[in-house]
């Protein structure tokens, strides 16, 4: 099959890993949980992800605190993550001139009543004055891209770069090649310096490490199928199955699997379904995450790997047996560990590079196979701190310890020689910090002791494995590309404030634990003890001009975050010569806002300046305004393609939003539907901002209400220098009696990409089961696409699965789906590309109920 491993890496995101292989009872309060006007509570009770969202670009457009760029920087949102206590965190990428900056990333944490709760961005220099030009061409970057590997089994077009974890920002190719090194598969993503052609950094994807189980008897699992026909896959939780070597579930004619024996490979996907499905259950009653991947999705395994190894890739896990052969590696930590590389890679900033963050990682794996197996408390395999000892992989028991890792010869404690020490090993600080703040450092009840490193507290009292849990995930949450542990320890740190509270033992504790296994506090890492006084700043609008001889004007609001509001004292900074900044008042209480003036003198110089505003009180705060001095020599145009669409009520439309540099250089454009949404139509941009150059995706989502007629949408960029609009003329249809309906919105199909294309019935009774579909597919290649149908009432249902040795044009193609369920309401058709190489529209799909 033409499809190779580097239909993983194609994704561009960051690590896999491997094993080496070679909600709480009570939360207290949020802090800064204030009061909000009842229309913000209102907004934020309907949509609380989309005032996230909103609330996080408002930030990034301010250049908030850690989100400060340059003129020709600007940040993409790319995700939107919902945590435990309500919190958001929404995770942007950087650019530098329409170029991606690897290693500059940020996310916004927010709550759900719209307060910026934190910013965090990795930590790099700007990206200001790297030329965008290559010396070296991409054909040449490959090449050199392929000196990393043994074998070369395939390779992806490279993308231009602006490198910027490793030092001083570097312009680079991204190159992505697959096949082996030293025997084992290998997904390295090289980046070549484009000036010299040597290579500046890389990272590996590839990480070592009712069924009849093996490992834990008879058990449940989830599968489906109906009759004679059932197959390993998991359509309660989407995007689990197990299967062998070519990728495609193992299907069976009844619901029984496997006879466990530790070599046959369907009682190995019996335990691997099972353990991962506890893992899912446990991000979601211990630690409110949705699914592996953050928003309600999954990876498969895979069984039968021929080697003493287990090893996640980007994309799937794979799962080989241990030295003697007589069993799989899928019992519960081993698996979780795997999937736990899932969590780590979709959390925000993926994976960075060096030992250290890899240490992290694998890590981050460890904490979530001991998670798994206390959830599962399965009594064949009792909770413990121990890293595959089930498995005994190579016969001498465990591979790590957590609670004393210097026993199997990993470090307990952090040093500065953590850098350069092998990932599996460089795991050991984080695992052991998790057995302290869990267990502590004497917990008792036949739970091991661990040590405490030198210059640490005498003691540590843990606060429990679940808590132990939310506050490491909440720390992932707020993870950067650059991570290293001392940002792990803080991110940690606001993570128990924010769960529990500065006044909490679960600060207090978080905080020990790092200084038990010699993690030091950062400077500014916030106190435990006492509650706190905060407070945000932001500018409206954040961007301005003036000719020489003139004043522009922006308003400084400022809003009580945590504690009591507290007096606010205002200044500017980084104005060029003739420029004066003046505040009316200068100082405020927080919760009020105050005006800035700044007055150009008639010998300025014509050209952008950026001026940092700072709000001093028992915190400070900075945001950046964006001064245009003189006639803009800059300038973007903005367009819409298609320029109309027609759908029906409760249906979306979706056209692209592009945008082109028409005078100097590339500049960050914010988008937003300003007028011209109907009644219960709302509009989502991703990404919502994008350097001038790039484009962005316009869905206008209509209700089962929304009044039918023809609506023109205007669409505004908000650029550093200029404002421009387009429009999109939307027709509503009303929705007809009878029982077939159709969606005629074209939807791209992109690489490793999902798209829901909704339909709302109004037919009435039960459907009349089975369904019948209709979907027209503009796609070279039909075995690449996971087709699937949502019903009302939830119950998804398989329609087409992926998977073969060659490929065919879709085309038109029907299909008879049996349901169980009410016809009215909303029916979705998902339709999933799970390869490269082809992409292609869904263009219309019909439902007869």
């Not at 661990?450 to 995930?473: E, F, R």
Request: net charge negative; aromatic share 6%.
């Amino acid at each position: 099959m033409k499809r190779t491993a580097l239909a993983a890496a194609a994704v561009g995101l960051a690590t896999a890993a491997s094993m080496a292989l070679a909600v709480p009872t009570a939360y207290a309060a949020p802090p800064g949980a204030g009061k909000e006007d009842s229309g913000a509570r209102a907004r934020a009770a309907a949509d609380p992800g989309s005032l996230a969202a909103a609330v996080a670009d408002k930030a990034v457009s301010s250049g908030l605190d850690k989100l400060a760029k340059g003129p020709d920087e600007a940040y993409s949102r790319v995700s939107v993550t919902r945590g435990t206590s309500d919190m958001y965190f929404v995770g942007y990428e950087r650019s530098y001139k329409g170029l991606p900056v690897v290693g500059g990333d940020a996310v916004v944490v927010t709550d759900s009543a719209g307060h910026v709760r934190d910013t965090v961005a990795a930590a790099g220099p700007s990206a200001q004055d790297v030329g965008t030009t290559a010396t070296i061409s991409a054909e040449r970057a490959t090449e050199v891209a392929k000196t990393r590997l043994s074998r070369v089994d395939d390779s992806a077009a490279p993308r231009l770069v602006v490198l910027a974890w490793t030092g001083k920002p570097t312009l680079s190719w991204e190159a992505v090649v697959s096949g082996l090194v030293k025997g084992r598969p290998s997904i390295q993503h090289v980046f070549v310096d484009a000036s010299t052609g040597k290579i500046a950094d890389s990272y590996d994807l590839v990480r070592e490490g009712s069924g009849n189980s093996y490992y834990y008897g008879q058990v449940t699992i989830n599968t489906s199928g109906s009759g004679s026909s059932y197959s390993m896959t998991d359509t309660t939780r989407p995007g689990i199955q197990c299967g062998g070597q070519g990728g495609t579930a193992y299907t069976g004619t009844d619901d029984a699997w496997g006879n466990g024996s530790g070599t046959n490979l369907e009682t190995g996907c019996v335990d691997a379904l099972y353990s991962v499905q506890r893992e899912w259950d446990m991000l979601r009653d211990w630690l409110g995450r949705n699914g592996i991947n953050g928003s309600g999705r999954g990876f498969p395994a895979r069984v039968g790997l021929a080697d003493v190894n287990a090893y996640w890739n980007g994309s799937y896990t794979n799962f080989g047996h241990n030295q003697a052969n007589t069993r799989q590696a899928t019992n519960i930590d081993v698996v979780a560990h795997e999937f736990g590389h899932a969590i780590f890679q979709t959390t925000p900033g993926g994976a960075g590079s060096g030992n250290e963050n890899g240490g992290i990682n694998e890590g981050t794996g460890d904490i979530f196979g001991a998670l798994t197996e206390h959830y599962a408390n399965n009594p064949n395999d009792p909770p413990d701190y121990l890293v595959g000892e089930e498995v005994d992989l190579v016969g001498d028991g465990p591979i790590r310890n957590m609670y004393n890792p210097s026993a199997l010869g990993d470090p307990n404690c952090y040093s500065s020689s953590i850098p350069s020490t092998e990932v599996h090993a460089a795991a050991g600080p984080l695992n052991h910090w998790f057995y302290l703040l869990a267990e502590g450092n004497n917990p008792g009840g036949g739970k091991p002791t661990s040590p405490i490193c030198s210059g640490g507290p005498s003691s540590v009292t843990g606060v429990g494995v679940q808590k132990a849990g939310q506050i490491y995930l909440g720390a992932l949450n707020r993870k950067t590309s650059s991570w290293r542990y001392t940002n792990a320890r803080a991110a940690s740190v606001a993570a128990a404030i924010e769960l529990f509270g500065a006044n909490s033992a679960e600060c207090n504790t978080t905080k020990a634990a790092w200084s038990a296994v010699s993690v030091a506090a950062a400077s500014g890492e916030p106190a435990c003890g006492t509650p706190g006084n905060d407070f945000s700043l932001s500018l409206n609008p954040s961007t301005g001009s003036a000719q020489p001889g003139q004043q522009v004007t922006t308003t400084v609001n400022t809003q009580t975050t945590s504690g009591s509001a507290q007096t606010v004292t205002l200044s500017a900074s980084g104005q060029p010569s003739g420029v004066t900044a003046s505040f009316s008042p200068s100082s405020v209480t927080s919760g009020n806002s105050s005006t800035l003036t700044l007055s150009v003198g008639s010998s300025v110089a014509q050209g952008s300046y950026p001026i940092t505003v700072t709000g001093a009180g028992s915190a400070t705060h900075t945001a950046v305004y964006t001064l245009q001095v003189g006639t803009a020599t800059r300038d973007f145009s903005i367009s819409a393609n298609p320029t109309s669409g027609t759908v029906q009520a409760g249906s979306a439309a979706t056209t692209t939003i592009g945008t082109t540099t028409t005078a100097g250089t590339a500049q960050a454009v914010n988008l937003a539907a300003t007028s011209g949404l109907p009644t219960g139509a709302t509009a989502a941009f991703n990404p919502a901002s994008v350097t001038s150059g790039g484009s962005s995706t316009l869905t206008i989502s209509t209700a089962p209400t929304t009044p039918a007629g023809s609506y023109t949408v205007t669409v505004t960029g908000t650029g550093v220098t200029a404002t421009h609009t387009t429009t999109y003329a939307l027709t509503v249809q009303s929705t007809s009696g009878g029982r077939t309906f159709t969606n005629g919105t074209d939807y791209a199909i992109n690489d490793f990409a999902t798209i829901q294309s909704p339909i709302t019935s109004t037919a009435t009774g039960t459907a009349v089961s089975p369904v019948k579909l209709s979907v027209t597919i503009a796609h070279t290649c039909a075995e690449d696409l996971d087709i699937r149908l949502r019903g009302p009432n939830g119950t998804w249902y398989s329609v087409d699965g992926s998977g073969g040795t060659s490929c065919t044009s879709y085309g038109t193609r029907t299909y008879s789906v049996p349901v169980s369920q009410q016809a009215a309401g909303t029916w979705v058709l998902e339709v999933t590309d799970d390869y490269f190489l082809d992409t292609g529209r869904l263009d219309t799909w019909s439902i007869t109920l």
